[in-house]
T-cell receptor
Framework: SQTIHQWPATLVQPVGSPLSLECTVEGTSNPNLYWYRQAAGRGLQLLFYSVGIGQISSEVPQNLSASRPQDRQFILSSKKLLLSDSGFYLC???????????FGQGTRLTVV | GEDVEQSLFLSVREGDSSVINCTYTDSSSTYLYWYKQEPGAGLQLLTY?????DMKQDQRLTVLLNKKDKHLSLRIADTQTGDSAIYFC?????????????FGKGTKLSVKP
């Protein structure tokens, strides 16, 4: 069966520090991978999606970047965090074609 | 562009029915989804409906789709306190983002005992 792992679950980082959130998927191959952010009191915002290794599309300009070094690994990074980067980050995957997405448990990032 | 709209809050009494509404703009959407998010957790798929269907029922959940008006609703019968959560409507089309899911902002359902 397919599973998605996202870590860490919570993170408190100072302004200006780097960030690396990791997401891995098991039990499938060549998935679409997504990073979403959910700011307090707001809905989901798509940050990045990837249809294959090394292929990253950015939906909104921002302080973050994403990479997909392996087929089932998706990494969200920042060189210098801003206060506005605080939020709940969700990784998700789905197969090509009209199928539902499966979400990780999320990472609560607080930038102080 | 693609957009999904939902009301932000809904409050019901335990045992009543809840109806959460959603409108979308992408007429090429093939699947429409309802996700549930409990506090501090990721999203969990509740149900989905294919765009050539008008209705789908799954135990206490009923999904209605009006494709002409681009309106989707989720009805929860006999709402329980455990149904308190944020409910997200999402569409998946074949637009410029190669079929990624577009989510609404979520409806926070509060169930009062």
């Amino acid at each position: 069966s397919q599973t998605i792992h996202q870590w860490p679950a919570t993170l408190v980082q100072p302004v200006g520090s780097p960030l690396s959130l990791e997401c891995t998927v098991e039990g499938t191959s060549n998935p679409n991978l997504y990073w979403y952010r959910q700011a307090a009191g707001r809905g989901l915002q798509l940050l990045f999606y990837s249809v294959g290794i090394g292929q990253i599309s950015s939906e909104v300009p921002q302080n973050l970047s994403a990479s997909r070094p392996q087929d089932r690994q998706f990494i969200l990074s920042s060189k210098k965090l801003l206060l506005s980067d605080s939020g709940f980050y969700l990784c998700a995957w789905n197969l090509k074609g009209p199928t539902e997405a499966f979400f990780g448990q999320g990472t609560r990032l607080t930038v102080v | 562009g693609e957009d999904v709209e939902q009301s932000l809050f809904l409050s019901v009494r335990e045992g009543d029915s809840s109806v959460i509404n959603c409108t979308y703009t992408d007429s090429s959407s093939t699947y429409l989804y309802w996700y549930k998010q409990e506090p501090g957790a990721g999203l969990q798929l509740l149900t989905y409906i294919f765009s050539n269907m008008d209705m789908k029922q799954d135990q206490r959940l009923t999904v209605l789709l009006n494709k002409k008006d681009k309106h989707l609703s989720l009805r929860i019968a006999d709402t329980q306190t455990g149904d308190s959560a944020i409910y997200f409507c999402a569409e998946r089309g074949y637009g410029g983002s190669q079929g990624n899911l577009i989510f609404g902002k979520g409806t926070k359902l509060s169930v009062k005992p």
